[in-house]
């Protein structure tokens, strides 16, 4: 039995179904809010939501069990006085020491939990950077909707910052350096290509098995590093767009991405839904389509919108749309399935 | 003092107390004398820049109140979600 945690706009869905087969709606939560990321901590077992309530504000929720009632966490909001509210949390992430939990949100703002999200506090030097009058607002904003630990090292992490990029720390997050080298913005004029620091990462994701080795997807590019984030090559030929908003990985191969290309002009699929995998780090990319729809889909599949579950051969994939469909694979790609429809607009989905 | 009501998830914030006594001249001063007697209610009526979120209400005897509208002894005082939908 798989369980699928599903944020939508109008509130949390937990399906749940058995492997290749479509799921049903188990419980809803947070019912007509928008709820913009939701998972379980396979630590503790904790569930967590990021609601955006129009009305109250953007929160983290958790609870311990499906049934039990959802509990507000304290701490997660910017320094009381200033110019700034927070807008929105995009990503919630376990960390590397026992309790530890990351959060990320708008306005470009990492918060950390050291007693398993019950209670945050902001990351100061990534809120004080000297260089954020220059981070730029997105059509989605501020966002740090990537934090990717590693393995076993809870001073090391990679955070990416729509738009102000790749973002690293060896310190705990006491200091933060850039890792943006190779990156290159086709939206600005050249001359400002060199030193711009308003990159728009859409998403990131480590290789669990080789840490150094990271995999990006760009506002226009796929790109990989293997020196830790410090430095990117561009990945993209052999794929018919360079764009797009999620990239999943295998745990169990360094080597292996997903990507969905959307087109640049509409950032929807091309009438085709096709999930593009590489297994050599990108020199060669596959198209994987069975059971995925081949005419007239034009589909949004949003950045926290895709997501991977045991790896190997037994990965399974799961990637849900804004026009509310959810599409699953038990067998690494090779074959699609719907796991639901007709949900509302889907923001994020994940296995738990 | 004036009175405030609470309901729903404020009223769970602030332990289950429905009405409240609070001493203030205007409608921010009410608010922010009401998250410091209930911390739990802290950052969900005002923002962290002291503002009133977007989409909330307050009410001054039924009648809809500015941040800055005066508060009398014995006012009733209303915090509600705004009208919305789709």
Redesign the interface.
Known sequence: MTELLVGTRKGLFVLEGERGSRFEVKIRAFVGEPVDYAMRDARSGRLFAAVTSPFWGPRIWFADDLEDEWQPARGVALPRGGKDALKRVWVIVPGEAPGLVYAGGDPGVLFESRDDGETWELNRALWEHPTRPRWRRDSGGLSVHSIVPWPGDPQRLALAISAAGVWLTEDGGETWAHGNEGIVADYLPEEARPTAIDLCVHHLERAQRRPERLFLQFHGGVYRSDDAGASWTDIADGLPHDFGFPVVLDPADPDSAYVIPVTTADRVTDGRVVVYETRDAGATWTPRDDGLPQGDAYLSVLRQSFAAAGEGDALELYFGATSGEIFGSVDAGRSWFGVAQRLPSIASVRPA | MAIVRLRG?LEK?AGGESELDVEAGTVTELLQQLEQDHSGLE???L?????L????NVFVNGEPAEPDTAIEDKDKIEIL??I?GG
Do not use: T
């Open positions: 998830q914030l950052g969900w009526i923002d962290e820049r002291g503002e979120r977007r989409h909330i979600p705004a919305s």
